[in-house]
């Protein structure tokens, strides 16, 4: 079995996969605090509710964008589980390029995003990433990394409108029947979310004029399969697409002969 972990700015996304299959996957949030025996006690105790056998773990990759937090769970794993993870960056080699001036900058929840991508409906395609921020991961043809847009999340902008405004308070996030809004609720929540899929719209817009031809659109992330289902400019909704690159990126790693 293979332990895969994401760690975003928001959630901390943890999978484990028997072969291909996605057995059992939790999502936590991020708590830059918490002590790598905090955190095992809430994964131990969340493998043991859905009858994980962790110590059937042969193996275990990490993609974090959160350097605080990349010790506490190499600790955790290696102390506990007695496993060194892989971890995801831009130096290891396992067959896609990055296609910008500087490799190191690109989250390595976006390269895991790029592979799943590629190996799930070939390219061009591109990722829309519903996140802290909302990610645009923009893969070649060829499979390889050419870069992307980063947009404030959803969540973060509705959160900055209503923290900032006095006599608005916290709003759900839905999407409305129209984009006229008859009370204060519905109007925050044509301009926020209505908006939103405006903001994917154009810019899938734009990113396809520029590639020249029609790119596959897959959104993933914890609010991805709110917004999908209203526009046509995404073509699929895959909740667990990063964790999907991580178990294709450790395969390919361990068939180069790496020690993992």
Do not use: C
């Amino acid at each position: 079995m293979l332990l895969a972990i994401d760690i975003g700015n928001t959630n901390v996304v943890i999978g484990v996969y028997q072969g291909e299959a996605l057995i059992a996957s939790w999502r936590l949030a991020t708590d830059r605090a918490r002590m790598p025996d905090e955190w095992w006690a809430i994964f131990s105790t969340l493998a043991a509710s859905d009858a994980v056998d962790l110590d059937r773990l042969d193996g275990a990759i990490l993609s974090s964008v959160v350097p605080r937090l990349t010790p506490a769970f190499t600790e955790m794993l290696s102390e506990r589980l007695n496993r060194e993870p892989v971890i995801l960056n831009s130096s290891l080699e396992f067959g896609i390029k990055i296609s910008i001036p500087n490799p190191t900058e690109v989250g390595a929840d976006r390269l895991a995003n790029t592979v799943a991508a590629f190996a799930r409906h070939g390219g061009p395609a591109v990722v829309v990433d519903f996140g802290t921020g909302t990610n645009f991961d923009v893969v070649s043809e060829e499979g390889d990394y050419i870069g992307g847009a980063i947009a404030p999340g959803l969540s973060l902008a509705l959160e900055a409108l209503t923290s900032r405004a006095a006599r608005l308070s916290a709003i759900e996030l839905a999407v409305p029947d129209r984009a006229i809004g008859h009370t204060t609720l519905e109007s925050v929540q044509s301009g926020t979310v209505l908006g939103y899929i405006g903001l994917i719209e154009g810019l899938l817009t734009r990113i396809t004029a520029e590639l020249g031809t029609e790119p596959f659109v897959i959104a993933t992330g914890g609010l991805g399969g709110v917004i999908a289902p209203h526009t046509d400019a995404i073509d699929v909704y895959e909740p667990d697409l990063t964790l999907e690159g991580l178990r294709i990126i450790f395969e390919r790693v361990r068939r180069s002969g790496a020690n993992v």
